[in-house]
């Protein structure tokens, strides 16, 4: 199982060769280190710990300071373990580039936006009742169902907290990895507010990867299109009539 830490900047769209649009969600991932490795050996399992997000020295305890103190990291916000994830030594700054390649199915998971307490019409897509004065039922919950034992059974839908849950996304296709600029475009939407801290994994479900998409490079483009215009203007010089000037 391969992964690495990020955080969801947004969302926009990108153009394949083809002219078609692709909605993306931008995740950066640059600064993924290696913050502790386990192996079956000593600790019964393998997986390794990553840290990702700058965080100040004066903001976490003690104990966390001497943990990242040996891996020679700076401290970070978010840590997670991999299990199953080996080939990376303490310490080790960790890429996208190396887990994944564009094509690639992933799991993202993240936290889900908070709603506060909801009712069970925007919670469970309850219908309401009649909207008419005498009807006298709008908005409320409805009927209880059996209440055998004096109790309502578990499982009713009633009103409560929404969202702000662990959330997983599963097969979204990796459109293009830029290490460079440290982020991965993921085709779709991922579980979270924007600036929100996400975990990208392989797809659990292993199911076979799709052809690479090719973007259209803008830089590359603009500088064609200059080219170009600049050979354009040449030709027009040079096929431009010379004026003689007559003597008087």
Partial sequence: MKGILGRKAGMTQVFNKDGHLIPVTVITTKGNVVTQVKTSETDGYDSIQLSYGEQKENKIVKAKRGHFAKAKSAPKRFTKEIR???GFELGAEVKASELFKSGQLVDVTGTSKGK?????IKRHNAQRGPMSHGSQ??????????VEGNKIQK?????????SVKRTTQNLVVIDINDEEGYILIKGSVPGPNKSFVIVKESIKGIPAKIAVELVNYKLEEKAQAKTKAALVKETKKEAPTEEVKGE
Avoid: Y
Wanted: hydrophobic share 35%; net charge positive; proline share 4%.
């Fill in 116 to 120: 506060g307490f909801a009712g069970v």
């Fill in 137 to 146: 039922f709008h908005r409320q919950i409805g009927s209880m169902s059996d």
């Fill in 155 to 163: 499982g009713k839908n009633m009103p409560g907290q929404m969202g």
């Fill in 84 to 86: 199953n994830m080996t």
